[in-house]
């Protein structure tokens, strides 16, 4: 058996500290140079003790966002749709009036339409940190069209183009109606058939009901402490936030999709320009991020920019993150999410700091003698 390279060593023992900071399941992959590590710590069912594994299908939450702007950047390169368009052109009964007619396609996909977030009107439990609507909507099937007008009736959070932007899940279930109505089905459909198939993401899609039929972990959701211990919502009908969060994938998947894109190989160059000409906006977590259309970047001081995306559902957590010069890559899926308790002295949380030790050691540690650990 091959000795573990240093390089390994540091990946893995920076894995087993995000699971001894309190994540009871995670698993990540790294790329660079040709070289493919992967690892897992933990476990996937606290009850069982069944372990967690590299392989595991993940609910990938806001991820989706990349490959739903890819799909509309498709259409645009097709003829059928310019960037710089009116929503309302289009779907005139979901943003009706003068709205309509000043937020356009792009405003949508870099969250700088003033359109509110629907999500605490149909989780209002959520207002007051109290987990009842998460059980309650278990296994509600909500349709978009009724989370769109929650999200347009709400007070708008800015004028249409201003900035910075804020963050919304009402502006992609808007896109995934947009590209109903251009290719004539429905966005789960088209987004397999245009990005997932051709781009070979054999374990990436939309499950049809609230299971997950492949191996995948059980996901626990703390909502900042309101849930302990944390509760298990890996089974979940996901139509709540279908386009703006609905996919599965795997690590695996993730890295080859976000390589595939920053390679030109999803998107031509000059959608892939559009999807990263950057306007800051405020993230559901109250950050200041550098978003640009379903993709934003992270700058490591030393080590350059990589792009990707994250994302959250009722109790998963999953990171995708790629360097633009076809170098480093990292995925990353946790199985608890909103740990952090409020606090209002702002002291890091152990889980926050091991998170980041791990990704510094993904995307910025030595990859000369980096291989598949044994």
Known sequence: MTEESSATKNLRSALDGVHRAGVPGVFAEVRADGRIWR??????????GRPVGTGMRQRVGSITKTFVSAAVLRQVEAGRL?????????LPLLVPGERGRAITIRMLLNHTSGLAEY??????????????????NRFQEFRPAELIAIGVGAPATGEPGSTPGIYSNTNYLLLGELLEHLTGVPMEEHISRAII????????GFPAGPYIEEPHS???????????????YSVYNMSWVMAGAGLVSTVDDLNRFY?????????????????????????????????GLGLYKTEIPGHGVFWGHD????????????????????????????WRKPDPEGTPHPIDDALAALKHQALCGPASDLRLAP
């Open 119 to 136: 999500l605490p009107y149909a989780f209002p439990s959520l207002q007051k940190l109290a987990p009842e609507s998460l059980d309650d």
């Open 39 to 48: 690892g897992a710590a933990g476990v996937a069912d606290l009850e069982t």
């Open 311 to 338: 994302g959250t559902v009722w109790g998963a957590l999953t990171m995708a993150w790629a360097g633009h010069d076809g170098g480093r890559q990292f995925s990353a899926a946790m199985n608890l999410v909103r």
């Open 197 to 204: 198939e051709p781009a070979g993401l054999a374990n990436t």
């Open 259 to 291: 390589r595939k894109l920053l390679d030109g190989e999803i998107v031509s160059p000059s959608s892939l320009a559009e999807m990263q000409r950057l306007e800051p906006v405020i993230a559901q977590d109250g950050r200041l991020i550098d978003y």
């Open 218 to 232: 059980r996901m626990y959701e703390a909502l900042f402490g309101a849930i302990d211990p944390p509760r298990d």
């Open 82 to 90: 310019d960037l710089d368009a009116p929503i309302g052109d289009f």
